[in-house]
């Protein structure tokens, strides 16, 4: 069977510190396993397959519903993670079917427009949001019409784990780490993504120009957008490599760089006053179609095309309001709120 093939050369070409295909820990329900496909790359097809995979392409990642073609969407962002991060698998060999699965998944939970969309449904709705919790909710419970895409524990971990907000570690080994070296790459590499094409989303929209980035960071990772991704990229692969340990390490002096140019970002890009402004309108448009959903339940179940309720109005409105692309939420707040001519 060629799935028992590929099975063994894993065990045969990969790292110690792997995650192998055969040993998975399995998934929530029984299912039989393909004769072609190891487990691991079974869920990656699962998840590029799917619908929440398909929306990412219209919601935000910065710059708020973009007309302009050059801005990265949530779509992209995922993307340029999974590159990265599957170069950083290669080179350590480990699994990199599981670190695209996981790379790939990661933001399927995600809002419309990006971080706003996510603080608005935290502030709401009674139990919180958190998009990372949402992306597993997804692949869970939402996904494949309410039957889930049914992913293997290894994959469910890493989408769960890959992010505590703006104060979780670059990289290290504590309690809320990934449990697999797959999971932990992704996790450095969706930091490394961001950091780095958030930057030059704004220099292309002219929020900031060249001249005002950090130069102490510059002189450390590099001039150039690829510069900084090769430095960030290398020197996690070489000093893992070096200390043969099964986490991921950076030198101090790139680690600090990263550090302090992840947090010049977020003082001079997101709490920029143009995004402010965008961020402060878009969390209206979010609580209010929460509110007015939450309220007409029967308006609601027509909109989701739903009969009836398995999770309670409050959980199904924010699950059907995280599912919104950019353009739909626009869209439906339209509809509800503003008039339309008289035809």
Not at 123 to 137: A, M
Request: charged share 30%; aromatic share 8%; net charge negative.
């Amino acid at each position: 069977m060629i799935r028992e093939k590929l099975e063994k050369l894993e065990h045969e070409t990969l790292s110690r510190f792997a995650a192998f295909s055969d040993q998975s820990k399995g998934r929530l329900k029984e299912d039989k396993p393909c004769e072609i496909r190891p487990a691991f790359q079974r869920d990656r097809d699962r998840i590029v397959h799917s619908k929440p995979f398909r929306r990412l392409k219209h919601k935000t990642q910065v710059f708020l519903a973009p007309a302009g073609d050059h801005y990265r969407t949530r779509l992209t962002h995922t993307i340029e993670v999974n590159q990265i991060a599957r170069t950083i698998a290669r080179a350590l060999f480990l699994n990199e079917s599981l670190t695209e699965a996981i790379a790939l998944g990661h933001d399927l939970g995600h809002t419309p427009f990006g971080h706003a969309g996510e603080y608005a449904l935290n502030r709401i709705c009674p139990s919180g949001f958190r998009h990372w919790e949402q992306s597993l909710r997804v692949v869970d419970l939402l996904a494949n019409d309410g039957r889930g895409l049914n992913l293997t524990y290894e994959v469910r971990d890493g989408i769960l784990k890959h992010s505590k907000g703006k104060d979780h570690p670059f990289v290290g080994n504590g309690e809320d780490a990934p449990e697999t070296m797959e999971g932990k790459i992704v996790r450095a590499a969706d930091i490394i993504a961001y950091v780095n094409h958030d930057l030059e989303d704004a220099r292309e929209a002219g929020l900031i120009a060249l001249t005002d980035l950090p130069r102490d960071c510059l002189s450390i990772l590099g001039e150039r957008h690829s510069q900084r991704i090769d430095q960030m990229v290398s020197d996690i692969i070489y000093q893992t490599l070096e200390k043969n340990q099964p986490w991921l390490l950076m030198s101090a002096e790139v680690l600090k760089a990263t550090d302090s140019l992840r947090e010049w970002l977020f003082e001079k890009v997101y709490e920029n006053p143009l995004i402010r402004s965008e961020f402060d309108k878009a969390v209206k448009v979010v609580c209010d179609l929460y509110q007015y959903l939450v309220k007409h339940p029967e308006e609601f179940m027509r909109l989701a095309g739903k009969k009836g309720l398995c999770f309670g109005i409050d959980q199904e409105v924010a699950d059907f309001i995280a599912g919104m692309t950019d353009r739909y939420a626009l869209s439906l707040y339209q509809e509800l709120f503003l008039p339309r001519p008289w035809d």
